[in-house]
């Protein structure tokens, strides 16, 4: 049967990491490619415990439709935890909107700003997630290097002059940037380019997305202002998520902004599902109540900060010898970003591969295709010994494939 696809469903290909991952599960394998929490860190006895009271106790609302809004309930938890975790004041209920993870937030806010054609910022490397959520509005990209303290502010405001010289400027829609601890690259935007991004969103009328799914996750140094902190709801739209601070699987995503955008945020998420599972917005809200999830976390955060700096030794001791490679060492998160001179990562996966370790490479995280001589490595779930042996193997699988293409180690 010849389906007749719609033009998107036709331009859909499968994502690259599902493919690449496929193998990372066989035995003994070692996987730095995932970017999932580590699930002992999720308190499952405390949920499960949670989630029978608020399906006796509170049926009538939790196996019920919600408002698409959200759980006022757990929206009320949620402004007291943006004072905790931001100090942002003055944030009404109709500022937030629950949406399915902080993924949907994405699509949301494509669906709300994006006609095809329009541009967004994005920086080189930049979370997939969202490169999709914009490509499905067909949105262009003007892309800006990501330097070792976030998004070059050159590059953007010369794309908004250029922008502006064209009378294109109305069609720059937003920049988007996760602001600590980048996804991919660890990376943190300083509290100078925080303060310069926002003058720049001002000068040029351009809106910025701050997406932060890891800034509580921060094991060494002092936590940065938001963005948010300095554009306030009129210039940001903050997106946020529990996925990384309690667990993935409840799909809780919040986005703040301004109301009129939540409202627009509203009606657009009507037409995709109605409203976010009432089940796990109940649960969340009492979690919130009863436990301090900031304090529960911090083991949690104590474990990546030491898995991290183990990948750090032992990328040192593997990889020192080798000329002009390089990682970076994050303050927290998930994530460190190793680049290797003369490689193309993606051509190096199926070395590494057969070394039985997994990557992500990072050609998977370019605005548009072009090879990458970087790579992503999650510390959060293979083990001490793991992390380690991975990283030895590492080493082998760039071993042979500078041989198999006649190079050698710089
Ligand atoms: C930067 C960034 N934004 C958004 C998300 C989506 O998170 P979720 O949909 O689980 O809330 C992720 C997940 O890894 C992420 O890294």
């Not at 580590?38 to 919600?66: G, N």
């Not at 408002?67 to 937030?96: A, C, F, H, M, S």
């Not at 990557?359 to 548009?368: D, L, R």
Request: net charge neutral; proline share 5%.
């Amino acid at each position: 049967m010849e389906y007749r696809f719609s033009m998107l469903a036709n331009k859909l290909k499968s994502s690259m990491i599902r493919e690449l991952l496929k193998y990372a599960s066989v035995p003994g394998a070692v996987s730095f490619g995932g970017g999932t929490p580590d699930p002992e860190t999720f308190p499952r006895h405390e949920l499960a415990e949670l989630a029978r009271e608020v399906i006796e106790k509170e049926y009538k609302y939790t196996l019920q439709y919600a408002t698409t809004e959200g759980d006022p309930e757990l929206i009320k938890q949620i402004l007291i935890l943006l004072k905790r975790v931001y100090n942002l004041d003055g944030l009404l209920p109709e500022n937030v909107l629950i949406t399915v993870g902080s993924q949907q937030a994405l699509e949301l806010v494509g669906k709300v700003l994006l006609d095809p054609g329009d541009y967004v910022i994005v920086g080189d490397p930049e979370y997939l997630g969202a490169l999709s959520a914009f490509r499905m509005r067909d949105a262009r990209f003007l892309v800006v290097k990501f330097e070792k303290d976030g998004p070059d502010l050159n590059q953007v405001e010369d794309h908004l002059k250029r922008a502006q010289r064209e009378n294109e400027l109305s069609r720059v829609k937003f920049i988007y940037v996760v602001s600590n601890f980048q996804n991919p690259s660890g990376i943190t935007t300083s509290l100078e380019k925080r303060k310069n991004l926002v003058e720049l969103a001002e000068k040029y009328n351009v809106l910025i997305v701050e997406d932060d799914p890891y800034g509580v996750l921060r094991f060494r140094g002092e936590q940065l202002p938001s963005i948010m902190n300095f554009g306030g709801t009129d210039r940001v739209i903050l997106l946020n998520t529990f996925s990384k601070i309690l667990c993935p699987g409840l799909r809780i995503g919040v986005v703040v902004a301004d109301r009129q955008i939540v409202r627009k945020m509203v009606l657009a998420k009507q037409g995709t599902d109605l409203c976010s599972p009432s089940l796990t917005m109940r649960l969340t809200a009492r979690y919130l109540e009863r436990y301090d999830v900031l304090e529960q976390i911090k083991p949690a955060i104590e474990l990546y900060r030491k898995k991290k700096e183990t990948m750090i030794e032992a990328l040192k001791e593997e990889f020192s010898d080798v000329t002009d490679a390089q990682w970076t060492d994050p303050d927290g998160g998930l994530f460190v970003w190793t680049t290797l001179p003369d490689v193309d990562t993606m051509e190096m996966f199926k070395y590494a591969e057969q070394r039985k370790v997994f990557y992500i490479p990072g050609e998977a995280f370019k605005p548009y295709e072009e090879p990458s001589s970087s790579m992503r490595m999650s510390f959060c779930l293979p083990s001490f010994e793991q992390i380690r042996e991975g990283v030895r193997r590492l080493k082998q699988a760039y071993l042979d494939y500078i041989e198999a293409k006649g190079l050698r180690c710089r």
